[in-house]
């Protein structure tokens, strides 16, 4: 709606949208001073032009084949469910299939006038010569105009130039390729400003299609769904597309070994050369697929279709027949049609509402609320709120800003408001879908009122106090084969849980999709969090499509208790290998916040040729009831071959395990295939007790053992485990 009032701002972040171009809207704009911006009112326009499509295509069905297939034609549109569903959204695709079927008609005009161009005008050749000018003329003016209301005119250009070419070329119309060279070479200047400003929309994390018979059953459901969410969607409605696909086909297969003449080719060639040219750009782009790029041939295909059922000459004796037939597919398109609006209405999933439901959840909120807009500004929701009064601030956050200049914003801006919305989108830079929420859970507390419609996402926080605690880290940087650990990042403590903002970055490029793993402990009590998350760069690239240059990562870990004073957090890298079930560690290290008042005991001892044991704590005073805890420090000296099991027992005098606990470093976060020399590692262990019975003097026991074949690992001295030096009392 913004375009709609500013069709020819300047691009850029207060300007118009940078990919779409400005005919619709600034038809749009003119209706609306016209008639009012109301939603509806503005709706209006896009039926409007739907409504043009159905007598167009009537028109154009009327040229290429007769009477009888336009009627059927024009009643197949008027009903088609894709058409009608962009004929009520305030957006260009409208314009599009009403062009390709403007230019399919004004094409095979042209074709047909006798007359060169140039030929002088008489009472004899005005309606063919002259006629055929004029069609040439209204087609360039639609064509420019199609250029400049939608990218997916370019798919359509590109069949125009093709096919007319290829008819020209079969004809040896020399004269006449001159002339349509020099228009579309004019036609191309004039859309060469527009051309040379459009950038790239596809992310590494789109999915295009894989070229298969998925996809052309996909493409064909496309004819007739417009949202995604349908195709598939449901069985009834798959059936009725697929029956009218399959019966469309045979009757077309048996028409055409009795007529295949020239205007025929050229509307398949539209129907077929189309979806091809759409296909090839969305792999170009690297985009996701979606039901509405296929609806530029949509007209075309429904006039084939109207035509395959309609015979030329009918016998007197299969008249009856005939009159029954396309009533019968008449039939099945309206079923077609109901189906599809019984889908919509079932279900918002199925609707496409876009920012006016955000609106109206925005027109709720109070003076003391804030929405966050981490990308800067929303045309949209300027247009809306001052339709709808939205009393709420709106905080703006310039896009790719640094996160000390986002932390800076939300604590002078957010922190005291009632409520805090923030408003997403799933094409936005992951550092911005993922720094945002980090920080707003640490300042406040994350709700589960959430709204999301057509992949626009706004996230409500509550009991904005602001954070608990605040640590910047600055120390030596972490390196490993493969990674560096800038020595930077933020950690800041809320309510909720762990905010923790560290920079990355990728020394030598991978083909693997790396992960971020966090544990969060304090001292030697139980995990009291963690997290997980794939490594994405503001292009939303998983690490295989990384570059050299430091990434900030944001992770949240979730607490189920309060944040004590002491608290140790610990970071590892890691991806799963496929087909394998398991995590795999490469190249790993632990990078460490901490705040804690542990006192480590220093030891010197070496497990095998991969393992040194740098320091401890243990528990002095234990309770059978309460468990006991030992806190082990690793300094890896290399990565083991395999996944050694840590041991800790509590032995008695006469050797019995009382207490013990046997699992991998850090619960499995840290096996000893990731280990990488230099690193340090806080591996905790809770005991749990096999006799609560005992009581008096007790020590400790460590060591490595391989959970496969039971085989412990041996100290430099010989033995399989080393006994911590320090006399425990069981209470």
């Not at 008249?319 to 019984?342: C, E």
């Not at 926080?461 to 605690?469: N, Q, S, V, W």
């Not at 991998?664 to 096999?690: A, K, M, Q």
Request: proline fraction near 5%; charged fraction near 15%; glycine fraction near 4%.
């Amino acid at each position: 709606m913004f375009s709609a009032y500013n069709p020819f701002a300047p691009m850029g972040i207060r300007g118009a949208d940078v990919n779409a171009p400005f005919a619709y809207y600034a038809s749009l704009g003119a209706w609306i001073k016209l008639a009012g911006d109301e939603v509806w009112t503005m709706r209006y326009w896009s039926l409007l032009l739907g409504v043009i499509t159905v007598a167009a295509s009537a028109w154009t069905a009327h040229r290429l084949f007769g009477d009888r297939v336009a009627l059927l034609a024009a009643f197949y549109v008027a009903v088609n469910p894709i058409l009608w569903v962009f004929s009520q959204e305030i957006r260009a695709y409208v314009v599009i299939p009403l062009a390709a079927v403007l230019i399919l008609g004004f094409l095979e005009q042209w074709l047909k006038a006798p007359a060169p161009i140039g030929a002088t005008v008489s009472a004899r050749n005005f309606s063919s010569g002259e006629r055929g000018n004029l069609s040439l003329l209204l087609l360039a003016i639609t064509e420019l105009i199609a250029l400049y209301s939608q990218n997916l005119a370019v798919p359509l250009v590109a069949w125009l130039n093709i096919t007319a070419l290829a008819i020209l070329l079969w004809r040896r119309s020399l004269r006449r390729i001159i002339v349509w060279l020099a228009v579309q070479l004019l036609l191309l200047l004039l859309y060469l400003p527009w051309l040379l400003t459009q950038r790239p929309t596809g992310t590494a994390l789109n999915s295009p299609p894989t070229l298969n018979l998925e996809l052309l059953w996909a493409i064909w459901q496309s004819h007739f769904t417009g949202i995604r969410a349908l195709n598939d969607a449901d069985v009834l409605l798959s059936g009725l597309i697929a029956v009218f696909g399959v019966l469309i086909l045979v009757a077309l297969f048996a028409r055409l070994r009795r007529d295949h003449s020239l205007f025929v080719i050229l509307i398949i060639s539209q129907v077929i050369l189309i979806p091809v040219f759409e296909l090839a750009i969305i792999w170009a782009a690297h985009i996701d697929f979606h039901p509405r790029y296929f609806i530029v041939s949509v007209p075309a295909m429904l006039i084939l279709a109207a035509w395959a059922i309609t015979p030329r000459q009918i016998a007197a004796n299969i008249r009856h027949s005939s009159v029954l037939l396309r009533l019968a597919f008449a039939l099945l398109a309206a079923t077609i049609m109901i189906r599809t609006l019984h889908l919509v209405y079932s279900s918002p999933i199925y609707q496409h509402d876009d920012f006016r439901s955000i609106a109206l959840r925005y027109s709720k909120l109070s003076a003391n609320d804030v929405i966050v807009i981490p990308y800067g500004w929303e045309p949209s929701l300027d247009y809306y709120s001052r339709k709808m009064g939205i009393k709420a601030r709106f905080v703006e956050v310039p896009l790719h800003s640094s996160m000390s200049t986002i932390l800076q914003t939300l604590m002078d801006e957010v922190v005291g408001a009632d409520h805090a919305e923030l408003l997403t989108w799933f094409q936005l830079p992951a550092d911005v879908r993922a720094a945002f929420p980090c920080v707003l859970k640490a300042i406040g507390r994350s709700s589960n009122d959430n709204l999301t419609v057509s992949g626009i996402r706004t996230e409500r926080f509550d009991a904005l106090i602001g954070i608990k605690r605040y640590q910047s880290q600055a120390g030596k940087a972490a390196r490993g084969d493969t990674w560096q650990a800038i020595p930077t990042g933020l950690l800041l403590w809320g309510d909720q849980g762990i905010c923790m903002l560290t920079d990355w970055q990728l020394t030598t490029p991978t083909p693997a999709d790396w992960h971020l793993a966090a544990q969060a402990h304090a001292d030697f009590n139980a995990v009291l969090g963690q997290a997980d998350t794939l490594m994405l760069n503001d292009q939303q690239q998983p690490t295989s499509y990384w570059t050299p240059t430091i990434v900030t990562q944001p992770l949240f870990i979730s607490l189920q208790m309060p944040v004590p004073d002491a608290l140790t957090v610990t970071l590892s890298l890691y991806h799963d290998v496929v087909p394998a079930a398991s995590k795999l560690w490469l190249s790993n290290y632990a990078y460490n916040y901490q705040k804690t008042n542990i006192a480590w005991q220093s030891a010197s001892a070496q497990f095998g040729d991969f393992a040194g044991l740098a320091g401890y704590f243990a528990s002095e005073d234990v309770n059978p009831n309460n468990g006991a805890a030992v806190a082990l420090l690793w300094h890896p000296l290399k990565a083991a071959p395999l996944g050694y099991r840590v041991f800790v027992h509590l032995i008695s005098p006469d050797e019995r395990v009382i207490a013990q606990d046997d699992s991998e470093p850090l619960n499995g976060l840290r096996p000893t295939y990731s280990w990488v020399p230099d690193e340090y590692i806080h591996d905790l262990h809770r005991l749990t007790f096999n006799d609560k019975s005992y009581h008096g003097a007790a020590r400790y026991a460590v060591g490595l053992y391989d959970p496969v074949t039971g085989e412990r690992v041996k100290l430099a001295d010989g033995s399989d485990r080393l006994v911590l030096p320090i006399q425990v009392s069981v209470e």
